[in-house]
């Protein structure tokens, strides 16, 4: 059994621990309601959106609408959203053992990968699968230092751009979602080529008659590019709610344990106490004994 001082350091150090873990767990609680207001508001304009980018390039040919084209699967490009810091669970984890997942699917293919994040991109910056993000070569956590829709569309437009000059045959996007402060779901998302609606024959018709105004042209290189990069823009706001929940629920059970591991060392401290003061009692009283005889 450990002697009383180590004890009472160990008790020392997790009671600064779990202060550290509470506070984390308050600063992340605070943080997690900014960023859900911001994906809840985003994530029904981004969802309609989206069914209309789908719908609508069901109804254009590939020449009308270079973002559906079909090509060979050579090159793939993955962009990974994490988050810049850890503490946060298995959030990150997750992320990247779905790119990995992604990678072996497409092993005959050359696969990229893009880190929105610096887990991501310290995770693959030095293998053979990492391709700098537009704007952040060396620091890919500064988007979320000011995130807005400006500094998404930067990468979303120049992944559109290489997709459109085929340099790309296909691009998904991996990311966790939000669901609630407890759940996160990883989720792996065609983002290009645009992947037209299921349609049935009840519907066909009805999706495949679009009137255009203005023009068919002025759609197609104004309301689809404005769709993908919302598409990611929505991503990156889900991951950030996302990150906010995993660490607040983390540092919640970090603290929980920090809490049932100081009544074990301090029960464990109380018998040790204990002990000491019996062998002191037992060595008096056998002194005393001794003296007598």
Known sequence: MANLKEIRSRISSVN??????????????????????????MRPYATKLQEILQN??????????????????????????????????????????????LIQEHKTAQVKVMGVGKKAYDTFSKTQYHLDAVGYPSQPFKIFDDLNFNEASLIAQSVMDKFANGKIDRVYLVYNSFKNAAVQITRSEQMLPIVPSATTEETSSAQLDYIFEPSKEEIVTELIPKSLKIQLYK???????????????????????????VKDLKLTYNKARQASITNEILEIVAGAEALNG
């Open 16 to 41: 600064s621990t779990m202060q550290i873990t509470s506070a984390m767990k308050m600063v992340s609680a605070a943080k997690l309601r900014r960023a859900q207001d911001a994906i809840v508001q």
């Open 56 to 101: 609508l390039s069901g109804a254009l040919d590939v020449s009308e609408n270079v973002y559906a084209a079909e090509r060979d699967l050579e090159r793939v490009l993955i962009i990974a959203v994490t988050s810049n810091r850890g503490l946060c669970g298995a959030f990150n984890n997750n992320v990247i053992k779905e790119v990995k997942t």
């Open 235 to 261: 991503a990156i706001l889900d991951s950030h709610a996302a990150e906010h929940g995993a660490r607040m629920t983390a540092m919640h059970k970090a603290t929980d344990n920090a809490s049932e591991l």
